[in-house]
């Protein structure tokens, strides 16, 4: 049975446990995609964010692109994407360059993810459907997935806005739109700095109010101290919202300037919350130790 967590602050766990260590998978397969981005000058979350399945990923022709440069104009402090400075200008180029990577290493599912980028006019909306679309030219089998900010902030900040900058990206037709809520919402301010709870949800609302037959996806990160009762909460707050798809992994802390981790959830516990997951109604649930966005992301 699962246990809450207390809500007081815990000195760090430095200890990582087994269940998270894990080979990266084969290092031709690694160099090759690395070497073909680095080409490009374009990037993937996979390496930004030394993730550790990123190995097995490109094994089943599966990647997820950092659209708009390395630095994001947020500063959330679990996330290890570069920040605190202002971005590079935008890479007009970056759609065709991203669409010949996908061409070169046959990828048959593409995720397309970004930093927060509040200087641009439209937050980069129209940038994310360039890119789709340039894809989808040179890659007419491979299917796209987005994974976007919230589109919260710069011009034309609000409701209307933000409703606006999600249109702009669902009249594209991903094949699925995620937005990760990441935490509880009594830990939003701490661990999203810029972010809202409620905001987050709202874009998941907004897709569906749009076009309900666009799979919407969302995921959480667990060790900062979350109780089992805010993570219930948390999927039952993302059903209302007719969320269809969850993941539920580990934070892992990137370095000594990210905060600590709290709490290392068993593989066990992650199977508990699957199974809650899954009774509250969502239609794909991941959920394991090592489980990130776009885990096994063409199987849901």
């Not at 890479?91 to 290493?105: F, M, Q, S």
């Not at 937050?123 to 919260?152: C, M, Y």
């Not at 089992?228 to 990137?254: A, F, N, S």
Request: with cysteine.
């Amino acid at each position: 049975m699962i246990g809450s967590q207390p809500t007081q602050k815990r000195a760090e766990i430095t200890a990582m446990p087994e269940w998270l260590r894990r080979s990266i998978g084969k290092a031709s397969e690694i160099s090759t995609v690395q070497r073909i981005i680095k080409q490009r000058q374009i990037h993937t979350i996979c390496e930004e964010g030394r993730c550790p399945n990123r190995g097995e990923c490109y094994a089943q022709k599966t990647a997820t692109f950092l659209l708009m440069g390395q630095t994001c104009t947020r500063s959330c402090a679990f996330c290890q994407v570069d920040k605190g400075h202002a971005p590079m200008p935008l890479d007009l180029d970056e759609p065709r360059k991203i669409a010949e990577a996908v061409r070169l290493l046959e990828l048959r599912y593409v995720v397309l993810t970004s930093v927060a980028r509040d200087d641009l006019p439209d937050q980069g909306a129209s940038h994310f459907v360039k890119t789709i679309d340039t894809i989808r030219q040179l890659n007419p089998q491979t299917q796209v997935e987005v994974l976007t900010p919230d589109f919260w902030g710069g011009v034309g900040v609000g409701e209307q806005g933000q409703r606006e900058r999600i249109f702009t990206v669902v009249t594209a037709q991903p094949a699925c739109y995620n937005h990760n809520i990441e935490t509880v919402r009594r830990l939003t301010g701490v661990v999203r700095r810029g972010a809202k709870y409620d905001r987050s949800l709202r874009v998941l609302q907004v897709v569906k109010e749009i076009d309900s037959s666009i799979p919407t996806k969302s995921g959480l990160m667990l060790g900062h101290g979350e109780t089992l009762e805010e993570v219930v909460e948390t999927m039952e707050d993302l059903r209302k919202v007719e969320c269809d798809r969850l993941t539920i992994g580990q934070y892992m802390r990137p370095t000594l300037e990210h905060l600590p981790v709290q709490k290392y959830w068993t593989p066990e516990e992650f199977a508990q919350l699957g199974t809650i997951a899954r009774s509250l109604g969502f239609a794909s649930v991941r959920s394991g130790p090592l489980v990130r966005s776009s885990y096994h992301a063409s199987e849901s």
